[in-house]
């Protein structure tokens, strides 16, 4: 039930935004093609498990997790605080 200046329905539609864009995102992450048998930072041989299993890699473990840190960005929407601090 939505309060205020809202329409019923639009905090459920923000929380069905959310996920959609969180899973375009990872969907636009995801390794395509040939998997590379050396990692394209550090130049160590990247297992032949790692490749099967994820198809198009390029990079090894430990610049993969480093990669996926930097790339932990914010969103410009204010989607978990309450409508009112959106009005603000």
């Known amino acids: 039930m939505a309060v205020g200046w809202s329409r019923d329905g639009a905090v459920?539609?923000?929380?069905?935004?959310?996920?959609?864009?969180?899973?375009?995102?990872a969907k636009s992450r995801l390794p395509k093609g040939e998997s590379s048998t050396h990692c394209e930072e550090c130049e160590v041989v990247i297992p032949e498990a790692r490749r099967k299993a994820m198809p198009g890699v390029r990079l090894c473990v430990a610049c993969q997790s480093e990669l996926e840190k930097r790339l932990k960005t914010l969103s410009p929407y204010n989607r978990r605080g309450s409508k009112d601090s959106q009005l603000k």
């Open 12 to 25: 459920q539609e923000q929380i069905d935004a959310t996920v959609e864009s969180a899973v375009e995102l």
